[in-house]
């Protein structure tokens, strides 16, 4: 039987600013950016009258039978876009769950973008925008791995050949519950993206913007201050900050023997914690 492997690359939040809510919604405006870390999905065809999701690997024990790609799959299914095709996909994951590095949602836009790519789904770009809402706010941004800003009237600019980042990731045993983080949300700032341009995945104008999730999260958690304060302190990080609504923590070095040199010290003090460098894609 004929399969097909993809990557599934994580997603992070640079700097995430939260402006507003509609409906049940919040709004927010980021600058996103993806890393060489990735989980490994294989896709094939199956004779069964039902779709076979399968994940292994490492950070695969918590996911439930209830997932984004569950999800993908339904809305695929009741829309007849799949002709009545069944898959079975693998996912090995490498991406903590609950880590604010867009595991779950990567993974359901990747197998989209797949979907379209072969022609086994027909629809324009419009269509890929419901379907991805439908699955997940942040599931869009996936469809391309490529730095983007999301600006808080929900339109997307793409840019390409942005200058390499190298980064440190922690994450500590524990995760961070999106719908608990923003729930906590209680003050909106005003947008400060207006005009997105390529300038802004500079790290010295990254390091002015900030995360809005982060103090949610850091005052629920004591231990990710003590993390984020031991990062800042480890071979002169640009700057440290949460991705997404955690609980993953991000140190930003321009040079890569920086970056690994922080690495080394950080697990010599925190040997339990899950630590990677992974460079942008």
């Known amino acids: 039987m004929k399969f097909s492997t993809i990557k599934s690359h994580a997603k992070i939040n640079l700097s995430?600013?939260?402006?507003g809510k509609k409906f049940s919604l919040h709004k927010?405006?980021?600058?996103?950016t993806f890393i060489e870390l990735h989980d490994k999905i294989i896709i094939k065809d199956t004779?069964?009258?039902k779709h076979q999701i399968l994940f292994t690997g490492k950070f695969s024990n918590k996911i439930g039978k209830k997932n984004t790609i569950s999800k993908l799959l339904k809305i695929l299914d009741d829309k007849k876009l799949?002709?009545?095709?069944?898959f079975i996909i693998?996912?090995?994951k490498r991406i903590p769950y609950k880590s604010g590095l867009g595991g779950g949602s990567m993974n359901a836009a990747s197998i989209l973008k797949y979907f379209v790519k072969k022609k086994i789904v027909r629809i324009d770009r419009n269509e890929i925008i419901k379907i991805s809402n439908l699955v997940g706010s942040d599931t869009i941004l996936g469809i391309d791995f490529k730095n983007s800003i999301l600006t808080s009237n929900n339109s997307i600019k793409y840019f390409k050949k942005c200058k390499k980042i190298y980064t440190l990731i922690v994450k500590p045993n524990f995760g961070c519950s999106t719908k608990y983080i923003y729930s906590k949300v209680k003050k909106f700032n005003s947008p400060v993206i207006k005009k997105p341009n390529q300038s802004m995945f500079n790290l010295r104008f990254l390091k002015k913007l900030g995360n809005s999730l982060e103090h949610?999260?850091?005052?629920?958690?004591?231990?990710?201050?003590?993390?984020k304060k031991s990062l800042e302190n480890l071979s002169n990080p640009e700057f440290v900050r949460m991705t997404g609504s955690g609980s993953a923590l991000v140190?930003?070095?321009?040079?890569?023997s920086r970056c690994e040199n922080a690495k080394k010290m950080f697990n010599k003090k925190y040997k339990n914690?899950?630590?990677?460098t992974s460079k942008t894609i």
Do not use: P
């Open 16 to 19: 995430l600013n939260v402006v």
């Open 28 to 32: 927010i405006e980021t600058i996103v």
């Open 47 to 49: 004779k069964s009258n």
């Open 82 to 86: 799949l002709n009545g095709r069944k």
């Open 90 to 92: 693998q996912i090995d």
């Open 216 to 227: 949610i999260a850091l005052n629920k958690y004591s231990r990710l201050k003590t993390i």
């Open 251 to 256: 140190a930003y070095f321009q040079s890569k």
């Open 273 to 276: 914690y899950w630590c990677i």
